[in-house]
C-alpha cells in the first residue's frame, strides 16, 4: 500500500483544494499518471501518482487538503483494498474532520477563503488608524482632473504616496523571504470588487511613475476586473496592499496581510466633521481614517505610527510633491 | 422601448439610480458625482447599471470622467444613437 500525499506547491500555500478526482475508487492508477487536479489561491496543478496500483480515495472533492496529508493509498490489487476496507471504516473527510464547505463557493471566493485562513493563521497582526483631513486632498485632486481630463481620487493619491516611501520604510513593503521583496520597484496591489469577486491585482513600479501614470493604470486593472482578465500576471508580484472600503458611513476596516507581504492599509469612507475656527465660526471638514494592519513580527507600533505620520503629511499637504 | 426614450427620461432614470447608488437625497444633473461622495466602487456599479437599465455598455472611463447625469445622459443618448443607426445599417 502506497500513500498519495499532497506535495507543498508554493511557498506560501499550506494547503490546496482537491478539485477534481481523474481516477475513480477501484481504478487502476499508473505511474506518473494523472490522478487528481488540485487548485491553489492561484492556479490549478495536476498530482501525478508516485506508484502503481488500485485506487482508495480518502479526500472528498473540493476539500482543503493540507500539504502532507494523505488523500489517497494505492492497493497492489482489488482485494487487498477490500481487506482494508473491512478493517476499517472509511473516514468522513479528510483527516476525520468535516469537509470545508468548499463545494458552497465560487472559484474566487475559494482562492479568498484559502488565503484569509492562511494569513489569520500565520501572520501574528497588529492595526493602527490615523485621521487624516481631506479638504485640502479633496479640492486638489479635483483640480487635477479638471485640468488633465484623467479620473484621479484619494486611492490613486495614496498609491503614488506609497511609491514614494518604501526606501524611508522598507519593513512594510514586503517579507524579507518574498521573491517580490528582491524587486527593485514599489510594486502596490489594491482591492477591487466590482461585482464578480475580490481580487488583489498589483500596480507595478508606481515610484517610477507621476500620480496621473499610476491613475491611468488603476482605471486599466478596474477595466480588466469589469471584463474578468485579471490573470495571475496581474494578481502578483506586490509588495503591499490598499485595502479599499471608502463607502459612505464605513469607518474602521481591520484587513488582514497578504501572505508574502507584512502590511495592508486601509482607507474607509469620507466622514464630516464640525469645528471652530479661531473666530469661534463652526467649519465642516471632511476626513477619513487610514488604517495599517502590519506583522508584529517585523514591525512594532511605533514604526507604525510613524509610516503612517509619513502618508498622513503628504495627503493632508498634497501641493508637496507627493 | 429604449430607442424611444427621451433625453429627459434617461436623465429621469439616472437621477433615481444616481439617488440609490450614491445614498443621497437629490441629485441635480450637472452635480459632480464625487462631490457627492462617489467613490470609484460606486461608479463602476453605475456602469454595470447603466448596461442593465439602456442596453448600451458605456466604457467604465467614460463613467468616471463624465461624473454627472447630464453628461452622462449625453453619452447613453449618443450610444443609443449609435447603435440605431448600426442596425439600420445592418438591416436588422
Redesign the interface.
Known amino acids: 500500500m502506497q500513500p498519495i500525499v499532497i506535495p507543498r506547491i508554493s511557498r506560501y500555500e499550506e494547503s490546496c483544494i482537491l478539485r477534481q478526482w481523474l481516477v475513480p475508487d477501484a481504478g487502476l492508477v499508473q505511474l506518473n499518471a494523472v490522478v487528481a487536479v488540485l487548485e491553489t489561491g492561484k492556479a490549478t496543478f495536476e498530482l501525478q501518482a508516485s506508484g502503481a496500483g488500485v485506487m482508495h480515495q480518502r479526500a472528498e472533492t473540493g476539500s482543503e487538503c493540507p500539504v502532507g496529508s494523505t488523500i489517497a493509498l494505492l492497493f497492489e490489487n482489488e482485494s487487498a483494498r477490500q481487506e482494508f476496507l473491512s478493517q476499517h471504516a472509511r473516514p468522513q473527510g479528510l483527516d476525520q474532520r468535516e469537509p470545508a464547505p468548499r463545494a458552497l463557493l465560487d472559484r474566487r471566493q475559494a482562492a479568498v477563503a484559502r488565503t484569509v485562513t492562511l494569513s489569520h493563521a500565520t501572520i501574528p497582526s497588529a492595526f493602527l488608524a490615523l485621521r487624516i483631513w481631506c479638504d485640502r486632498i479633496l479640492e486638489h485632486l479635483t483640480e487635477v482632473r479638471r485640468s488633465s481630463g484623467v479620473f484621479v481620487d484619494v486611492p490613486e493619491f495614496l498609491i503614488k504616496v506609497l511609491g514614494g516611501l518604501r526606501s524611508t520604510f522598507p519593513a512594510f513593503f514586503g517579507h524579507p523571504d518574498a521573491a517580490s521583496t528582491l524587486d527593485e520597484r514599489t510594486n502596490v496591489g489594491v482591492t477591487l470588487d466590482v461585482g464578480s469577486g475580490l481580487a488583489i491585482p498589483v500596480l507595478k513600479g508606481v515610484d517610477e511613475k507621476s500620480l496621473l501614470e499610476v491613475a491611468q493604470d488603476l482605471m486599466r486593472l478596474r477595466e480588466l476586473a469589469v471584463e474578468d482578465r485579471n490573470d495571475e500576471r496581474v494578481l502578483s508580484g506586490g509588495q503591499i496592499s490598499v485595502s479599499l472600503n471608502m463607502e459612505r458611513d464605513c469607518v474602521l476596516s481591520i484587513p488582514i496581510i497578504f501572505p508574502g507581504q507584512t502590511s495592508m492599509l486601509s482607507v474607509t469612507g469620507l466622514q464630516t466633521d464640525l469645528a471652530l475656527n479661531k473666530d469661534g465660526v463652526v467649519l465642516a471638514r471632511r476626513y477619513l481614517n487610514l488604517g495599517v494592519a502590519y506583522d508584529h513580527r517585523y514591525i512594532n507600533g511605533y514604526d507604525a505610527m510613524r509610516f503612517l505620520q509619513a502618508i498622513k503629511e503628504r495627503v493632508e499637504s498634497p501641493a508637496r510633491k507627493a | 422601448m429604449i430607442n424611444d426614450q427621451s433625453s429627459a427620461e434617461i436623465q429621469g432614470t439616472l437621477i433615481a439610480i444616481s439617488k440609490e447608488l450614491?445614498?443621497v437625497d437629490e441629485v441635480d444633473p450637472d452635480d459632480?458625482f464625487?462631490?457627492l461622495?462617489a467613490?470609484?466602487?460606486a461608479l463602476?456599479?453605475m456602469?454595470?447599471r447603466i448596461s442593465e437599465q439602456f442596453g448600451v455598455e458605456l466604457?467604465?472611463?467614460t463613467v468616471?470622467?463624465q461624473p454627472t447625469v447630464a453628461q452622462l445622459t449625453a453619452a447613453i443618448v449618443s450610444a443609443l444613437g449609435q447603435r440605431d443607426n448600426a442596425r439600420s445599417a445592418s438591416g436588422s
Do not use: E, K
Open positions: 450614491l445614498q459632480d464625487l462631490a461622495g467613490n470609484s466602487r463602476t456599479r456602469t454595470f466604457p467604465l472611463r468616471f470622467n
